[in-house]
Each structure stands twice: as structure tokens, then as C-alpha cells.
């Protein structure tokens, strides 16, 4: 009996293990086989899957270096900026891992059709793409999830919550915040898991910039976790926000939870370090935050974040206005940064905006910017306005060496003349250099703080006795500040010579400016000529202004030089705040100027989104006082530019074709027309050339008493042109000077032939830009094609509209330095003798002969003995009017600053379609094309437009 029971027992357990294999091998849908998939799917794959994915996630955070000078990201993933490396991170080392992941779901998927588990097995293929940064897969296999169980809310909102994520980390924010409005409705009805979803769109508030939601999401979020880490984290970014807001109590607060939690000891670091300073700020005990800074030093757990203190002392030090100690602990900030690429970048920037905007020493803020632009990423915030800034340096500080020269000069000539000369002749005398005493080897060597420091170590200047250059800690530090004080601060690359960086950092500054003090000559480079110092302090001593005329001239120049540097910053680098400082300080020291509608104007759009009351000041100042102007219109009518740019167009092609009535000869039908136009268009912008070819058409009709009435008419009714009325005044001396001839006359203006020799009876002016003497090279330039216009009367004095600025007195040299010859790729900044104006026009289809008539007219009227020429070159869709020959760059330079403002009037097309620049004849032969056109403008931009 005993042995039939077991037989029978046997018989069931084999028959029990075939019907299990049976039911786990075969993908039947019955009861058995579901609870069977169910039972391995859940425990052989989905447990193991979100075990190994959360050990991932750990392992990612563990290697992730935060950017806390920016707000931290709610979660961490692949791409997002790495602040050691400035890489983007990738996954780690055992991304293997994520493969695993993708192995098992594929596997479930296949093989366990039947279980519950399907919808589970697409999220983890979805997370496992996404931290391997394949965004869009990741966001299909989360799209897919999301339609297909609907029904299942949680699953549902879980997918939605991730493929919005995906769409976050490609900066889709309008995909993103669709899928987040969506996510919104539902997440009421989920019960748990509430706290991702909730955080992901506090991140999306956070990239919008609405700052209010994003703390608003991220508290509920707080609330709703439970998971420590992602708490912790949240708590962080939450104090950053409150403290951007100014919420100093509630950042505070949330600062010192992180601070008490059991966060990360770079979590507590950056965390604690905050908390000092806004205790600091709240409290007032701004000599408490330092002694704290400087207590955390002390700390030996704090040896990796020494650069990150330096820097928060150099802040205290910057917000109390002492701005060589907080530059010193800025220096040190970068000398310490031996890991945090990042942090020695906002230190090389503080230094930079330090030795700008305070100390006014343009060449280390000019070296210091580089740096900045080499060492930060360019993700960073602000990095277009740094390197727009870097680029165009030389421009602003121009002009405040400008400023810083008048001053200068306005304040001797307040001193008695024998104690003047005494200080200038001080000024000018060259100092004696006192040579130091070797360093001994073995002995310390203090890096110069004033230039871009080394990333050493912090025991790199530690005394070595070997004499082996590379094994001496010594040697190398002071080789390396050396480079550095040459150089600047440079990435280890090829051809590292050849960055235009080093090309921009040498330009030469005004030594009196009072920032430059203490610069040292480079030692390699050669010794400049003696120079004679009586004649320089001879030069210095005849540009004081002494009198009310030089005063007002004198006075004239910083003016100029504020508006245009306030200009710069307000349109060129969309720095509103130092436009409003630059704005202001101009209207304190010169409260009456001829910039004051447009200074007023300029201040009201700067503060219109700032600081509502000052806005309406302004803007009330700009309507009383100055109603007229174009700025009181385009206030009272927003539209008024767009109205003014149509009415412009109109009266372009009403010119053009009044020129074209002119060249065809019907001079009577020009003087009837010029007459309706300028009385249907009174005050129009054209009106004086209106004239200008009414008063020709008169002279190829009538007498010469007819014509010198009507150019006598348009002196007195323009009197402010500087275009026409110039022309005039040249037409007007010629004919003075021949008017026995010209009476004679029944017409007063002959058809031109070209043929025939012009009416040169005068003795030349000065010439300018003389020809190039002709070389068998070199042809010479093509007379431009001749329109049947007036004879080019030329007259015997010209009058100088923009005079040739005067070389500053501190710079006047015997010896000529020979800049460095750059290169980019075709084009070259060698020497030349021969150079070009340019205006490029891009729109093939255009006529411009009324356009370069007019220059024609600029040229007769301020350059009437220069023979210059204007000719025409066409591409495919540019047309180039180059004007020439300039014999070198500071002529044509001068020639653009008087004709470039008075374009609007010259050229009869848009403003929008044309650029000017100026070029050498070797450059300019080397233009075949529009993409060679746009290729120089970049070189012209790099290594001319500033200078």
C-alpha cells in the first residue's frame, strides 16, 4: 500500500512538471500561463531591471560634477553640462548596464506576452534610452506606452512625465509644455508617484524663467517624495530660486536643510557656503562672513573647494567696494582652481569687469576676457555678451582713454603755467627701472596677481632643491607665470600662436591713462627708439585746452566719447545697466549737450522694462522738452519708424526718378517736377538734392545769374547739409573765379563732354590720398563711366567736413612699430598702398546710378582735388561701389568717417541691403564671390573695424 502511494506521488510530480513546463514554455493565454509569466516577469526581470537602473542612477550622481553658479537641474542626466570637465556628461563606465536593462524588457516583451508586465517593459527600454542619451527613441517608446495604456492613469502619466522629460533635455519646450499641459490635467486622479511629474514641471518652469511656478511645483513636489536623494536635491534648487527672487528668509531656510540633511558633502559645501552669505546680508555682519570664509579654509575637508572660498571673499570684498582686495582674492580664486574649470572662468570674468569698469585698465580687462572666453563653455549664460564684449573691447576703450586724456588735460590747465610745465614734463619723462636681485634658486616665488594666474596645485610653489628645470617646483611656477604674462592664458593645443586671441591683445593703450600704472615692458620684445621728450612735452603742452574755445572742443570729445560708449553698450551688447550708468554719469557732468533728446529717449527704453517711475520721467523730459523730434513721435506713435521708412522708400524712388527725367535731358520737365516734390514733400530727407538737381537743370537753361540764385537758394533754405551744401560752396568759388567766362555764356552749363579737359583753374588743396605711383603690377584704375551731368566745378579751398584726428601727444613716437601680419585663410593684413571704400550692396537687380552720383556729389564736394573715383564690380547677387585710390588705411579710414553717416542720403536704397568696409587692393582682387564677400566681412570685423 505504502509503495503504490509513493508510486502515485511520483506520478503526480512528473505529471505537475510537465503541465508547469508545458504552460511557461508555450505563449498560450490561459490562467495558468499568465500567472506563471506574471511570476518571472515580475522577479527574474522588472525587479532586477529597476535595481540595476536605480544603482545607474546612483553611479550617475555620484559622477556628476554640479554647476552651482547657475540654478542645479531638478534631475540628472546625460548631456547637461559637466562643471569640471566642460564636457557634457556621458553614462559611466559601466553603461553596460543600460544594455542589460534593454535585454530584459526585450525579453519580457517577447517572451511573456501574457503577463502584466508589458507596459512596465516599454518604460524601461524608454529610461534605459534615455540615460544613454538616445532622447527621441526614448520619447517614441514613452509616446508608445502613453497611447496604448491610457487606461491605466498611473502608467499613463508616469510615461507622459518622462517622454516630457526627453523633450526637455532636446530644448523642445513647445513639445515639452504640451505634453506638460496634458500631464496637468490627469495628475489630480493619480494617487501616488506624484512627486517626478510634479518636479519635472517645476523644471519646466524654471527654463521659461517663471521662477513663481517653478517653486510653486517643486514644494508640492517636496512634499510628495520619497526618495531622500531626489528631496535633497530638490530642497537645494528651491533655496537657489527664493534667493534669485531675493526671498533671502525663505532661501535661508531652505539652505540650511540641505545643510542639516544627509546630503553630499559637495551638496553641504556649496550649501553652507551660501548660507554665510546670506546670513551675512541679512544680518548686516558683513565682518562675521569673512571671518567665516576664512574659517572654512582652515578646514581640511575643504582643500577642493579653496577656489570657490577665495572667490565668495573676493565677492564680500567686491559688494564693500574694495576692489583691489576682492581682485587679489579673485587672483587667488584662480590659482586655487585646479579642478573647477567652471569657477576659475567666473573668476577670470570678475577680474575682467574689475579691471573695466573700475580700475579702467582696458589691456589686463582685455587679456582677463580672453581668458574668461577660452575657459567657460559656451552654453554659459551671458558667453555671447562676454565674447561680443571681448571682440569689441578695443572700441570702448578708445574711448575711454579719450575721456581719460581730456581730463587730464583740462585738469593742467587749471595749474599755473610754470608748475604745468613741470608736471607735464614729469608725465612724459620715461621712469627709471631699478633691477631686481635674482630669485636664489630654491627660493619661494610669488606668482603676479595682476595677470591671469597658472592652475597649480596649492603646494606648486613649494621650494625644491633639484636643479632639474622640470623637478624644480620653483622654476616651472615662474616659467609658467612668465608665459603667462606674455601669452595670457592659453589652451594646450596646436598652432596655439595662431589664435586670433593673440592678435587682439596687442594693442597699444594711452600711457597716461591712469589705469595702466605698472605694467611692465616684455622683456623679449626690442627696445623702442629714444624718442625726443622736449618735442613730445612741446606737443603735450600745445594740446591743453587754455582757452574757452580749446575747453569746448576739449568738453566736445567726452561727450562724444560717452554717448558713443553708452550707444555700444545699449544697442551693440544689450547691456542696459551699464548703458543707463554710462547715460547718467554723462547727463551729471555735461547737463546741457546736443545728445540730450536722444540721451533721454535712450533712457526712458532702458528703464521701460526696470524701473517704471524712471521710465516715465524720462519719457515725460522727452515730450515737454523735445516734442518735435523723432524720438517724442515714435513714443506718441510706435509705429511712427515703420511710417518714416515707407515715407523714405518714396521718396528714394521719387528721386530716382527725377534722375532718370535728368539724365534723359528734359531739363525743364526736372525744375517742374523738383518743384512739386519739394512742395508735396516738404522737410523730406532728400529735399536739398531735390534742389540741387533743380539748380542744374537751371544752369543747362538759363544764365549763370539764374543758377548762382538757385545755389544761393539752397545755402540759405539748407543750411545745416553736409552733403549738398558743401557741393554748392565748390560750384559757387568756381564760378566766382570764372565769371567773365561763364557771363558770356547765353547757357551757364555746357553738356559735359568727356572728352574735353575739366575747368581746373585753381591751385591744388592739400591732397589727402595721393595715387600710388603706378607699378607694372598695378593698372590703373578706369575712370568711372560719365552721366551728362554738371562740370565737375572744383573750387580752391576744400572744406573739411570730419577732420583727420590728431595723434594723442603721449603717443608721439619717431619710430614706427610694424603690426603683426594675420591671415585667415585667403585674406591677409600685410602692408598695402593701395586701399578701397566699399559699399556692398546686396541686391543684383537694383539700378544705382542715381546712388553713385551721389557719392560723386560727396566726393566733388569734400575731396574736389583727390581724383578719386568711384567704379561699380557685380556678382551674382552683390553689386560693390568701391571708391579709390587711398594710399593707406588711416586716409580711407577718414573717408569712411565722413561719408558713412550721410549714406542714408547718398545711397537711393534700403538701408537693410548694404554694408560698407574698407579693404586693400590685394584683398579686394581676391572677392569673386558673395560667400567671399561674407568671408572678409568676418576678417574686417576680427581686424580693422575697431581701429
Not at 88 to 103: E, G, H
Not at 217 to 231: F, G, I, M
Not at 318 to 323: D, G, K
Not at 367 to 389: E, H, R
Request: charged letters at 20%; hydrophobic letters at 35%; one cysteine or more.
Amino acid at each position: 500500500m505504502k509503495k503504490n502511494l509513493q508510486r502515485s506521488s511520483k506520478l503526480a510530480l512528473i505529471c505537475l512538471s510537465i503541465c508547469l513546463f508545458y504552460a511557461c514554455s508555450s505563449q498560450k493565454d490561459t490562467a495558468t500561463s499568465r500567472a506563471m509569466q506574471n511570476l518571472s516577469a515580475r522577479y527574474n526581470y522588472i525587479y532586477n531591471s529597476n535595481l540595476i537602473l536605480d544603482n545607474y542612477i546612483a553611479d550617475l550622481h555620484d559622477t556628476y560634477a554640479d554647476n552651482y553658479a547657475e540654478t542645479l537641474p531638478v534631475y540628472i542626466a546625460p548631456g547637461k553640462f559637466n562643471a569640471a570637465s566642460a564636457d557634457p556628461v556621458l553614462p559611466p563606465v559601466d553603461s553596460k548596464a543600460l544594455d542589460n536593462i534593454i535585454f530584459k524588457a526585450q525579453t519580457i516583451i517577447a517572451d511573456k506576452s501574457y503577463s502584466n508586465y508589458i507596459d512596465d517593459a516599454y518604460m524601461l527600454l524608454g529610461k534605459a534610452h534615455y540615460f544613454k542619451g538616445n532622447y527621441f527613441v526614448a520619447a517614441e517608446y514613452f509616446d508608445y506606452t502613453a497611447k496604448t495604456y491610457r487606461s491605466n492613469l498611473n502608467m499613463f502619466v508616469q510615461a507622459l512625465n518622462w517622454k516630457a522629460r526627453s523633450y526637455l533635455q532636446l530644448n523642445d519646450l513647445k513639445t515639452s509644455a504640451s505634453i506638460i499641459d496634458t500631464m496637468e490635467a490627469f495628475l489630480p486622479g493619480v494617487k501616488k508617484n506624484r512627486a517626478e511629474p510634479l518636479a519635472t514641471m517645476g523644471q519646466m518652469g524654471i527654463n521659461i524663467n517663471r521662477t513663481k511656478d517653478a517653486i510653486t511645483y517643486l514644494e508640492a513636489a517636496v512634499k510628495q517624495s520619497h526618495n531622500s536623494r531626489n528631496t535633497i536635491r530638490w530642497n537645494y534648487i528651491l533655496a537657489q530660486l527664493y534667493d534669485q527672487q531675493k526671498s533671502y528668509e525663505q532661501a535661508l531656510r531652505y539652505y540650511t536643510k540641505v545643510q542639516k540633511s544627509n546630503a553630499g558633502f559637495e551638496l553641504y559645501f556649496n550649501a553652507n557656503l551660501n548660507r554665510i552669505r546670506l546670513q551675512a546680508l541679512m544680518n548686516g555682519q558683513k565682518i562675521n562672513r569673512k571671518q567665516q570664509l576664512l574659517a572654512l579654509l582652515r578646514d581640511d575637508k575643504n582643500s577642493d573647494y579653496i577656489d570657490q572660498i577665495y572667490y565668495q571673499i573676493g565677492e564680500y570684498f567686491s559688494e564693500t567696494e574694495s576692489y583691489t582686495e576682492a581682485s587679489d582674492y579673485y587672483n587667488r580664486s584662480v590659482q586655487a582652481s585646479t579642478k573647477n574649470a567652471y569657477q576659475k572662468g567666473l573668476s577670470y570674468l570678475k577680474l575682467a569687469d574689475v579691471n573695466f569698469k573700475y580700475f579702467r585698465n582696458y589691456l589686463k580687462a582685455k587679456i582677463y576676457y580672453d581668458s574668461t572666453v577660452a575657459v567657460l563653455p559656451k552654453n554659459f549664460q551671458g558667453y555671447d555678451l562676454i565674447l561680443k564684449k571681448d571682440q569689441n573691447l578695443e572700441y570702448l576703450t578708445k574711448r575711454y582713454e579719450e575721456i581719460s586724456l581730456q581730463d587730464t588735460l583740462q585738469a593742467l590747465a587749471k595749474l599755473p603755467e610754470a608748475e604745468r610745465l613741470s608736471r607735464v614734463a614729469l608725465m612724459l619723462t620715461p621712469a627709471t627701472v631699478v633691477p631686481t636681485a635674482a630669485t636664489p634658486a630654491g627660493a619661494n616665488f610669488a606668482p603676479d596677481p595682476s595677470l591671469p594666474a597658472t592652475s597649480l596645485s596649492m603646494n606648486a610653489a613649494q621650494p625644491s632643491g633639484s636643479t632639474f628645470y622640470f623637478s624644480n617646483a620653483t622654476a616651472l611656477s615662474k616659467g609658467l607665470s612668465d608665459f603667462r604674462k606674455k601669452w595670457g592664458n592659453r589652451k594646450l593645443e596646436d598652432n596655439w600662436r595662431q589664435s586670433i586671441r593673440v592678435a587682439t591683445q596687442t594693442n597699444t593703450q594711452n600711457t597716461l591713462s591712469p589705469g595702466n600704472a605698472g605694467l611692465a615692458a616684455n622683456p623679449d620684445d626690442p627696445a623702442p627708439a629714444e624718442v625726443d621728450n622736449k618735442s613730445k612735452i612741446n606737443a603735450y603742452m600745445a594740446s591743453i585746452p587754455v582757452n574757452p574755445v580749446l575747453l569746448n572742443n576739449s568738453n566736445q570729445k567726452i561727450i562724444d566719447s560717452y554717448f558713443e560708449i553708452a550707444s555700444f553698450y545699449q544697442q551693440e551688447l544689450n547691456d542696459e545697466e551699464e548703458a543707463i550708468r554710462v547715460y547718467e554719469e554723462l547727463l551729471r557732468r555735461f547737463p546741457e549737450n546736443k545728445y540730450l533728446a536722444a540721451i533721454n529717449y535712450s533712457l526712458f527704453l532702458a528703464y521701460k522694462t526696470r524701473d517704471a517711475e524712471k521710465a516715465a520721467f524720462y519719457r515725460n523730459v522727452v515730450l515737454s522738452k523735445y516734442g518735435s523730434s523723432i524720438y517724442a513721435k515714435t513714443i506718441l506713435d510706435p509705429g511712427f519708424s515703420i511710417k518714416q521708412n515707407e515715407f523714405d522708400a518714396i521718396v528714394n524712388k521719387k528721386y530716382n526718378d527725377l534722375f532718370e527725367i535728368y539724365t534723359a535731358k528734359d531739363f525743364s520737365k526736372v525744375i517742374s517736377e523738383a518743384d512739386r516734390l519739394i512742395k508735396d514733400y516738404p522737410n523730406n530727407f532728400l529735399a536739398p538734392q531735390f534742389a540741387y538737381l533743380r539748380a542744374i537743370a537751371i544752369g543747362r537753361t538759363s544764365y549763370v545769374d539764374d543758377l548762382v540764385t538757385a545755389f544761393n537758394q539752397i545755402k540759405s533754405s539748407f543750411a545745416g547739409d553736409l552733403l549738398i551744401v558743401p557741393l554748392v560752396n565748390e560750384n559757387l568759388a568756381y564760378i566766382e573765379q570764372h565769371l567773365a567766362e561763364f557771363k558770356k555764356r547765353k547757357i551757364a552749363l555746357l553738356d559735359f563732354d568727356p572728352n574735353e579737359p575739366r575747368f581746373m583753374g585753381q591751385m591744388p588743396a592739400q591732397v589727402i590720398a595721393q595715387q600710388p605711383a603706378k607699378t607694372p603690377e598695378q593698372k590703373p584704375a578706369q575712370p568711372e563711366p560719365q552721366k551728362p551731368v554738371a562740370p565737375a566745378i572744383a573750387a580752391v579751398t576744400k572744406p573739411i567736413l570730419t577732420e583727420k584726428p590728431a595723434a594723442k601727444p603721449a603717443e608721439i613716437s619717431t619710430t614706427t612699430v610694424k603690426p603683426p601680419v594675420k591671415k585667415d585663410n585667403v585674406f591677409s593684413t600685410s602692408p598695402a598702398t593701395v586701399w578701397y571704400y566699399v559699399i556692398d550692396v546686396t541686391d543684383a537687380s537694383l539700378t544705382l546710378s542715381s546712388s553713385r552720383f551721389g557719392i560723386g556729389q560727396f566726393n566733388r564736394g569734400n575731396y574736389p582735388d583727390e581724383n578719386l573715383r568711384h567704379q561699380l564690380t557685380e556678382f551674382d547677387d552683390d553689386q560693390l561701389i568701391y571708391v579709390g585710390n587711398f594710399s593707406n588705411f588711416e586716409d580711407v579710414k577718414t573717408y569712411a568717417a565722413g561719408i558713412t553717416p550721410q549714406l542714408k542720403q547718398i545711397m537711393k536704397v534700403p538701408e537693410t541691403i548694404y554694408s560698407t568696409f574698407v579693404i586693400s587692393k590685394e584683398n579686394f582682387d581676391k572677392l569673386k564671390s558673395r560667400a567671399l564677400v561674407i568671408q572678409y566681412l568676418e576678417f574686417y570685423k576680427n581686424n580693422y573695424q575697431n581701429e
